[in-house]
Protein backbone atom coordinates (compact mmCIF):
# COMPACT_ATOMS: atom_id res chain seq x y z
CA UNK A 1 0.00 0.00 0.00
CA UNK A 2 0.82 3.55 -0.55
CA UNK A 3 0.85 6.13 2.29
CA UNK A 4 0.56 9.72 1.95
CA UNK A 5 0.29 12.09 5.00
CA UNK A 6 -1.26 15.66 5.07
CA UNK A 7 -1.22 18.35 8.19
CA UNK A 8 -4.65 19.91 8.75
CA UNK A 9 -4.60 23.15 10.32
CA UNK A 10 -8.29 23.51 11.26
CA UNK A 11 -9.42 26.93 12.89
CA UNK A 12 -11.50 27.01 16.22
CA UNK A 13 -14.58 29.37 16.40
CA UNK A 14 -13.20 30.43 19.81
CA UNK A 15 -10.19 29.34 21.93
CA UNK A 16 -11.15 25.86 23.67
CA UNK A 17 -10.22 26.45 27.09
CA UNK A 18 -9.40 23.75 30.28
CA UNK A 19 -7.74 23.38 33.13
CA UNK A 20 -4.32 23.49 32.11
CA UNK A 21 -3.82 24.90 28.65
CA UNK A 22 -5.99 26.35 25.39
CA UNK A 23 -6.26 25.59 21.82
CA UNK A 24 -7.10 27.84 19.17
CA UNK A 25 -5.95 25.78 15.94
CA UNK A 26 -6.35 22.03 15.88
CA UNK A 27 -3.41 20.04 14.14
CA UNK A 28 -4.83 16.97 12.20
CA UNK A 29 -2.37 14.09 9.98
CA UNK A 30 -4.84 12.99 7.40
CA UNK A 31 -3.54 9.68 6.66
CA UNK A 32 -4.18 7.74 3.05
CA UNK A 33 -3.77 4.51 2.42
CA UNK A 34 -3.84 3.27 -1.51
CA UNK A 35 -4.16 -0.86 -1.89
CA UNK A 36 -2.96 -1.81 -5.55
CA UNK A 37 -6.25 -2.11 -6.75
CA UNK A 38 -6.72 2.01 -6.50
CA UNK A 39 -9.12 1.58 -3.36
CA UNK A 40 -8.61 4.25 -0.90
CA UNK A 41 -8.81 4.03 2.91
CA UNK A 42 -8.53 7.49 5.01
CA UNK A 43 -7.33 8.04 8.90
CA UNK A 44 -7.23 10.21 10.94
CA UNK A 45 -3.99 10.91 12.89
CA UNK A 46 -4.91 13.70 16.05
CA UNK A 47 -2.60 14.10 19.09
CA UNK A 48 -3.04 17.29 20.86
CA UNK A 49 0.13 18.42 22.40
CA UNK A 50 -0.96 20.93 25.09
CA UNK A 51 -3.17 17.84 26.07
CA UNK A 52 -1.43 14.44 25.93
CA UNK A 53 2.06 15.99 25.00
CA UNK A 54 2.39 14.32 21.55
CA UNK A 55 3.52 16.54 19.03
CA UNK A 56 2.25 16.13 14.92
CA UNK A 57 5.87 16.30 14.12
CA UNK A 58 6.35 13.11 16.46
CA UNK A 59 2.91 11.43 15.18
CA UNK A 60 4.56 11.90 11.34
CA UNK A 61 7.90 10.34 12.03
CA UNK A 62 6.03 7.02 13.68
CA UNK A 63 3.69 7.32 10.82
CA UNK A 64 7.03 6.77 8.27
CA UNK A 65 8.71 4.40 10.44
CA UNK A 66 5.46 2.23 9.24
CA UNK A 67 5.91 2.90 5.57
CA UNK A 68 8.01 0.02 4.80
CA UNK A 69 5.64 -2.55 6.57
CA UNK A 70 2.76 -0.82 4.74
CA UNK A 71 4.51 -1.40 1.37
CA UNK A 72 4.56 -4.72 2.33
CA UNK A 73 1.36 -5.27 2.87
CA UNK A 74 -2.60 -4.81 0.81
CA UNK A 75 -4.16 -3.98 3.80
CA UNK A 76 -5.18 -7.50 5.08
CA UNK A 77 -6.07 -9.21 7.24
CA UNK A 78 -6.20 -5.57 9.52
CA UNK A 79 -5.51 -7.12 12.44
CA UNK A 80 -2.00 -8.81 12.20
CA UNK A 81 -1.06 -5.24 10.27
CA UNK A 82 -1.90 -3.59 13.14
CA UNK A 83 0.09 -5.43 15.36
CA UNK A 84 3.18 -5.13 13.31
CA UNK A 85 2.95 -1.60 12.71
CA UNK A 86 2.38 -1.15 17.00
CA UNK A 87 5.32 -2.53 17.08
CA UNK A 88 7.33 0.17 15.21
CA UNK A 89 5.21 3.16 15.39
CA UNK A 90 4.62 2.48 19.45
CA UNK A 91 2.38 6.20 19.54
CA UNK A 92 -1.19 5.39 19.94
CA UNK A 93 -1.93 8.42 18.33
CA UNK A 94 0.11 6.88 15.04
CA UNK A 95 -1.62 3.68 15.45
CA UNK A 96 -5.10 5.28 15.65
CA UNK A 97 -4.20 7.03 12.17
CA UNK A 98 -3.27 3.71 10.54
CA UNK A 99 -6.25 1.72 12.21
CA UNK A 100 -9.04 4.19 10.80
CA UNK A 101 -7.39 4.34 7.71
CA UNK A 102 -7.18 0.57 7.49
CA UNK A 103 -10.94 -0.10 8.59
CA UNK A 104 -12.08 2.58 5.97
CA UNK A 105 -10.17 0.98 3.21
CA UNK A 106 -11.45 -2.51 4.40
CA UNK A 107 -15.32 -1.20 4.55
CA UNK A 108 -14.95 0.61 0.97
CA UNK A 109 -13.54 -2.78 -0.88
CA UNK A 110 -16.48 -4.92 1.07
CA UNK A 111 -19.50 -1.91 0.38
CA UNK A 112 -20.11 -2.17 4.02
CA UNK A 113 -19.91 0.51 6.88
CA UNK A 114 -17.39 -0.68 8.75
CA UNK A 115 -19.79 -1.22 11.95
CA UNK A 116 -21.04 -4.00 9.95
CA UNK A 117 -17.46 -5.62 9.62
CA UNK A 118 -17.38 -4.96 13.34
CA UNK A 119 -20.26 -7.49 13.94
CA UNK A 120 -23.38 -4.93 15.14
CA UNK A 121 -26.73 -5.07 13.51
CA UNK A 122 -28.27 -1.75 12.68
CA UNK A 123 -26.84 0.91 15.32
CA UNK A 124 -29.22 3.14 16.93
CA UNK A 125 -27.90 6.64 17.11
CA UNK A 126 -25.53 7.27 19.58
CA UNK A 127 -26.64 9.25 22.62
CA UNK A 128 -24.00 12.21 22.87
CA UNK A 129 -23.37 15.30 25.47
CA UNK A 130 -22.42 19.08 24.34
CA UNK A 131 -19.21 20.43 25.53
CA UNK A 132 -19.35 23.67 27.58
CA UNK A 133 -15.63 24.89 27.73
CA UNK A 134 -16.87 29.11 27.54
CA UNK A 135 -14.79 30.75 30.42
CA UNK A 136 -17.95 32.92 31.11
CA UNK A 137 -21.61 32.13 33.08
CA UNK A 138 -23.07 33.89 28.86
CA UNK A 139 -21.11 31.76 27.15
CA UNK A 140 -21.53 28.66 28.79
CA UNK A 141 -25.36 29.25 29.24
CA UNK A 142 -25.00 29.32 24.86
CA UNK A 143 -23.23 26.31 24.42
CA UNK A 144 -25.11 24.23 26.63
CA UNK A 145 -28.41 25.10 24.11
CA UNK A 146 -30.26 21.75 22.56
CA UNK A 147 -28.55 19.27 24.19
CA UNK A 148 -29.89 16.61 27.40
CA UNK A 149 -26.66 16.72 28.57
CA UNK A 150 -23.59 18.59 29.22
CA UNK A 151 -20.37 18.46 30.06
CA UNK A 152 -18.76 21.33 31.81
CA UNK A 153 -15.35 22.08 31.59
CA UNK A 154 -14.25 23.29 35.53
CA UNK A 155 -10.78 24.39 37.27
CA UNK A 156 -11.27 27.97 34.64
CA UNK A 157 -12.57 29.89 38.10
CA UNK A 158 -16.04 30.71 38.70
CA UNK A 159 -17.12 27.45 38.59
CA UNK A 160 -19.75 27.50 40.34
CA UNK A 161 -21.22 30.89 38.33
CA UNK A 162 -20.87 28.81 35.12
CA UNK A 163 -22.91 25.89 36.77
CA UNK A 164 -25.84 28.08 38.00
CA UNK A 165 -25.93 29.49 34.64
CA UNK A 166 -25.90 26.10 32.86
CA UNK A 167 -28.79 24.87 35.15
CA UNK A 168 -30.40 27.73 34.83
CA UNK A 169 -30.89 28.23 31.18
CA UNK A 170 -31.04 24.12 30.88
CA UNK A 171 -33.86 23.46 33.68
CA UNK A 172 -33.89 20.70 35.66
CA UNK A 173 -33.90 17.93 33.27
CA UNK A 174 -30.59 18.47 31.70
CA UNK A 175 -27.81 15.79 33.12
CA UNK A 176 -24.71 18.02 33.84
CA UNK A 177 -20.95 16.51 34.08
CA UNK A 178 -18.10 17.97 34.77
CA UNK A 179 -14.53 17.99 33.53
CA UNK A 180 -11.22 19.21 35.25
CA UNK A 181 -9.22 17.69 33.47
CA UNK A 182 -6.52 16.77 36.59
CA UNK A 183 -6.69 20.68 37.37
CA UNK A 184 -7.15 19.59 41.22
CA UNK A 185 -5.47 18.05 44.31
CA UNK A 186 -7.59 15.50 46.42
CA UNK A 187 -7.99 17.84 49.38
CA UNK A 188 -9.28 20.78 46.41
CA UNK A 189 -11.45 18.27 44.33
CA UNK A 190 -13.65 17.09 47.38
CA UNK A 191 -14.11 21.02 48.43
CA UNK A 192 -14.95 21.93 45.50
CA UNK A 193 -17.60 19.04 44.85
CA UNK A 194 -18.81 19.00 47.97
CA UNK A 195 -19.77 22.58 46.97
CA UNK A 196 -21.19 22.27 43.46
CA UNK A 197 -23.27 19.17 44.04
CA UNK A 198 -26.52 20.74 45.07
CA UNK A 199 -26.51 22.30 41.39
CA UNK A 200 -27.26 18.29 40.32
CA UNK A 201 -24.16 16.61 38.87
CA UNK A 202 -23.92 13.14 36.87
CA UNK A 203 -20.39 12.92 36.94
CA UNK A 204 -17.07 14.48 37.22
CA UNK A 205 -14.41 13.26 34.55
CA UNK A 206 -10.73 13.19 35.79
CA UNK A 207 -11.35 15.87 38.99
CA UNK A 208 -7.46 14.82 39.95
CA UNK A 209 -4.78 13.10 38.38
CA UNK A 210 -3.13 9.89 38.68
CA UNK A 211 -4.63 6.43 39.72
CA UNK A 212 -3.97 6.95 43.51
CA UNK A 213 -5.77 10.18 43.51
CA UNK A 214 -8.23 8.81 41.77
CA UNK A 215 -9.08 6.19 44.23
CA UNK A 216 -9.15 8.07 47.03
CA UNK A 217 -11.45 10.86 45.79
CA UNK A 218 -13.67 8.43 45.03
CA UNK A 219 -14.43 7.53 48.81
CA UNK A 220 -14.43 11.28 49.71
CA UNK A 221 -17.58 11.92 47.11
CA UNK A 222 -20.84 10.99 45.92
CA UNK A 223 -20.57 12.38 42.97
CA UNK A 224 -19.49 9.44 40.55
CA UNK A 225 -16.20 10.07 39.00
CA UNK A 226 -14.76 8.75 35.82
CA UNK A 227 -11.05 8.56 34.68
CA UNK A 228 -10.18 10.00 30.99
CA UNK A 229 -5.98 11.10 30.99
CA UNK A 230 -5.50 8.21 33.67
CA UNK A 231 -7.18 5.64 31.40
CA UNK A 232 -3.90 5.69 29.45
CA UNK A 233 -1.77 4.72 32.58
CA UNK A 234 -0.42 1.60 33.02
CA UNK A 235 -2.85 -1.03 34.55
CA UNK A 236 -6.17 1.88 34.79
CA UNK A 237 -8.48 -0.74 32.94
CA UNK A 238 -7.88 -3.57 34.71
CA UNK A 239 -8.28 -2.89 37.98
CA UNK A 240 -11.38 -0.78 38.75
CA UNK A 241 -10.38 2.38 40.69
CA UNK A 242 -14.12 4.75 39.83
CA UNK A 243 -17.21 4.40 38.36
CA UNK A 244 -16.64 5.03 34.84
CA UNK A 245 -13.92 4.91 32.31
CA UNK A 246 -13.88 7.64 29.48
CA UNK A 247 -12.22 6.34 26.50
CA UNK A 248 -11.01 7.92 23.23
CA UNK A 249 -10.09 6.57 19.83
CA UNK A 250 -6.69 8.80 19.66
CA UNK A 251 -5.54 7.71 23.13
CA UNK A 252 -6.52 3.82 22.35
CA UNK A 253 -4.77 3.62 19.05
CA UNK A 254 -7.93 3.39 16.74
CA UNK A 255 -10.83 1.39 16.70
CA UNK A 256 -9.64 -1.56 17.11
CA UNK A 257 -7.73 -0.46 20.58
CA UNK A 258 -10.78 1.35 21.60
CA UNK A 259 -13.17 -1.80 21.67
CA UNK A 260 -10.55 -3.82 23.06
CA UNK A 261 -9.74 -0.89 25.85
CA UNK A 262 -13.60 -1.55 26.72
CA UNK A 263 -13.82 -5.13 27.43
CA UNK A 264 -10.79 -4.65 29.76
CA UNK A 265 -12.53 -1.80 31.55
CA UNK A 266 -15.80 -3.24 31.72
CA UNK A 267 -13.98 -6.77 33.10
CA UNK A 268 -12.73 -4.53 35.84
CA UNK A 269 -16.18 -3.01 36.86
CA UNK A 270 -15.67 0.13 34.86
CA UNK A 271 -18.93 1.39 33.33
CA UNK A 272 -17.77 3.16 29.71
CA UNK A 273 -18.31 5.97 27.19
CA UNK A 274 -16.50 7.15 24.77
CA UNK A 275 -15.05 10.64 23.63
CA UNK A 276 -13.13 13.77 21.33
CA UNK A 277 -10.02 14.87 21.61
CA UNK A 278 -11.48 17.70 18.73
CA UNK A 279 -10.92 15.47 16.62
CA UNK A 280 -12.01 15.85 12.95
CA UNK A 281 -14.76 13.81 11.17
CA UNK A 282 -12.94 11.04 10.65
CA UNK A 283 -12.14 10.42 14.15
CA UNK A 284 -15.57 11.31 15.24
CA UNK A 285 -17.14 8.94 12.26
CA UNK A 286 -14.87 6.36 13.60
CA UNK A 287 -15.80 6.81 17.35
CA UNK A 288 -19.39 6.59 16.24
CA UNK A 289 -18.91 3.09 14.24
CA UNK A 290 -17.31 2.00 17.42
CA UNK A 291 -19.81 2.97 19.37
CA UNK A 292 -22.24 0.74 17.28
CA UNK A 293 -19.94 -1.76 18.70
CA UNK A 294 -19.57 -1.15 22.17
CA UNK A 295 -22.97 0.11 22.96
CA UNK A 296 -21.60 3.02 25.60
CA UNK A 297 -23.25 3.06 29.45
CA UNK A 298 -23.63 6.86 29.17
CA UNK A 299 -24.01 9.53 26.46
CA UNK A 300 -20.63 10.31 24.60
CA UNK A 301 -18.62 13.02 24.33
CA UNK A 302 -18.66 13.26 20.14
CA UNK A 303 -20.73 16.24 19.16
CA UNK A 304 -17.30 18.79 19.04
CA UNK A 305 -17.36 19.43 15.28
CA UNK A 306 -19.26 22.55 15.86
CA UNK A 307 -16.21 24.12 17.49
CA UNK A 308 -14.82 24.42 14.19
CA UNK A 309 -14.88 27.85 11.89
CA UNK A 310 -15.46 27.45 8.53
CA UNK A 311 -15.87 23.97 7.98
CA UNK A 312 -19.54 22.50 8.11
CA UNK A 313 -20.35 20.11 10.77
CA UNK A 314 -20.85 16.97 8.65
CA UNK A 315 -21.60 14.57 11.79
CA UNK A 316 -24.52 17.00 13.38
CA UNK A 317 -26.09 16.20 16.46
CA UNK A 318 -30.01 16.51 17.07
CA UNK A 319 -32.30 15.92 19.81
CA UNK A 320 -28.72 14.66 21.61
CA UNK A 321 -27.94 11.96 19.11
CA UNK A 322 -25.77 11.81 16.24
CA UNK A 323 -26.91 9.04 13.70
CA UNK A 324 -23.73 6.32 12.55
CA UNK A 325 -22.82 6.52 8.88
CA UNK A 326 -24.08 4.19 6.73
CA UNK A 327 -21.98 4.54 3.77
CA UNK A 328 -19.43 2.11 2.91
CA UNK A 329 -16.40 2.70 5.23
CA UNK A 330 -16.56 4.90 8.14
CA UNK A 331 -19.31 6.92 6.32
CA UNK A 332 -19.61 9.94 3.20
CA UNK A 333 -19.17 13.53 2.99
CA UNK A 334 -16.17 13.26 5.21
CA UNK A 335 -13.58 13.47 3.01
CA UNK A 336 -14.11 17.35 1.91
CA UNK A 337 -14.45 19.01 5.26
CA UNK A 338 -10.47 18.29 5.32
CA UNK A 339 -9.72 19.82 1.83
Known sequence: MKLSIDLVEANLRAPFVWGSGSVSVRELLLVRLEGADGQVGLGEAAPLEPYDGVSTADVRAALEDCRG????????????????????????????????????????????????????????????????????????????????????????????????AVRAVAGVEMAIRLDANGAWSVPEAEATLRVLQPVGIELCEEPVSGLDAIRELSTLTAIPIAIDETAAHPGALDRRACDLACLKIVRCGGISGVIEAARRARAAGYEVYLASTLDGPIGIAAALHAAAAIRPDRRCGLATLGVFAGRADVLPASQGQIPVPTGPGLGEALRSWYE
Open 69 to 164: LLAGSDGEPVGALLADCAAVAVLPQALAGLDLALWDLAGRRAGEPVWRLLGSAAPPAIEVNGTVSAPDRAGAARDAAGFTCVKVKVGLGDDAGRLA
